[in-house]
């Protein structure tokens, strides 16, 4: 299923967001799901007053508590831990 078709703008998701200044930094950010304003019929994340493409490039979950889950898998609770 593509992407696009999991999500409605209004909605509200969670993505993990890395600081582009400092690549070993990234946290969990909320971010919502708008039309897109320079592409009609796209849709895209707003966060940090950005648009970004709503693509499979940027990992995206329905809640919180998932994003978290994935954080820790990747970057580990404590920090210690980081794949990528």
Do not use: S
Request: hydrophobic share 35%.
């Amino acid at each position: 299923m593509e992407i696009q078709n999991e999500y409605r703008p209004g909605d509200i998701v969670y993505v993990m967001y890395r600081n582009p200044h400092t690549q070993n930094v990234a946290q969990v950010q909320e971010a919502a799901v708008v039309e897109h304003p320079d592409e009609p019929g796209e849709l895209a994340l707003f966060l940090y007053e950005t648009y970004y493409p709503l693509d499979d490039q940027i990992a995206v979950f329905k809640t919180e508590e998932e994003a978290n889950e994935a954080y820790d898998f990747y970057f580990g609770q404590d920090g210690e831990t980081f794949y990528g």
